[in-house]
């Protein structure tokens, strides 16, 4: 099966299930590229859309912090990322219970990035 359909199926599963508030606060992201060095933290929408963001190098794996649940100070919203490559092919995707790492399955650039908290 083509990585973008099951990425499509994925998504409308998400998009299925509740959501916890906010819409619009954005997710941070940080690149641990394949030699090991890191790249500032990045921005991306909170959002069951794929959103351009490019790595700037061959991502090994990637830092996820969801936004902080202000229901319940000093915790954090979960969230579920996907990355793909310059033709929106998957290249690994996975959930964060919080601030946590997803690792790619594929080792490439990334190109867009979907993450929406649970
Ligand atoms: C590691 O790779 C990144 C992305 O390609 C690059 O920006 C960075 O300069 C590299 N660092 C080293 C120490 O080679």
């Given at each position: 099966m083509r990585a973008s359909i099951v990425l499509a199926a994925l998504t409308s599963l998400v998009a299925a299930a509740p959501q916890i508030q906010i819409s619009t606060n954005e997710i941070g992201l940080i690149f641990t590229y394949t030699n090991g060095s890191q790249s500032e933290q990045k921005w991306v929408a909170n959002s069951i859309s794929q959103e351009p963001l490019n790595s700037g190098g061959i991502v090994d794996n990637v830092f996820v912090r969801p936004p902080e649940n202000t229901a319940v100070p000093g915790h954090y919203l979960g969230a579920r990322c996907a990355f793909l490559d310059?033709?929106?092919?998957?290249l690994g995707v996975g959930h964060v219970n919080g601030p946590g790492i997803i690792i790619l399955e594929s080792k490439d650039v990334i190109e867009y990035v979907q993450c929406n908290t649970d």
């Open positions: 310059f033709q929106s092919r998957g």
